[in-house]
């Protein structure tokens, strides 16, 4: 069988990419999701989607708890002058 390539490509220098959960993301992050998560989510855009609207609900909450804190605050002051 004879060789077609080129004598300047060094085959000795090229790494072998590993699969699995040890590969290189090559600047992605990667998570890997429990087996009963996973079955929920079709792919990646639905995790983020859902993950976007998680971070929604806590942000609205916590503004809401500050705004009713600071209410009682003010209406404790209220009170006492």
Do not use: H
């Amino acid at each position: 069988m004879e060789d077609d390539l080129r004598s300047e490509y060094d085959l000795k220098s090229l790494r072998v990419r590993k699969l699995g959960p040890e590969r290189k993301s090559f600047g992605k992050t990667t998570i890997r999701l429990e087996p009963d998560v996973a079955e929920v989510f079709p792919n990646a855009d639905a995790v983020n989607e859902a993950l976007r609207f998680l971070i929604r609900v806590v942000q609205d909450n916590q503004i809401s708890a500050l705004t009713k804190q600071s209410q009682n605050s003010s209406d404790g002051a209220d009170k006492t002058s």
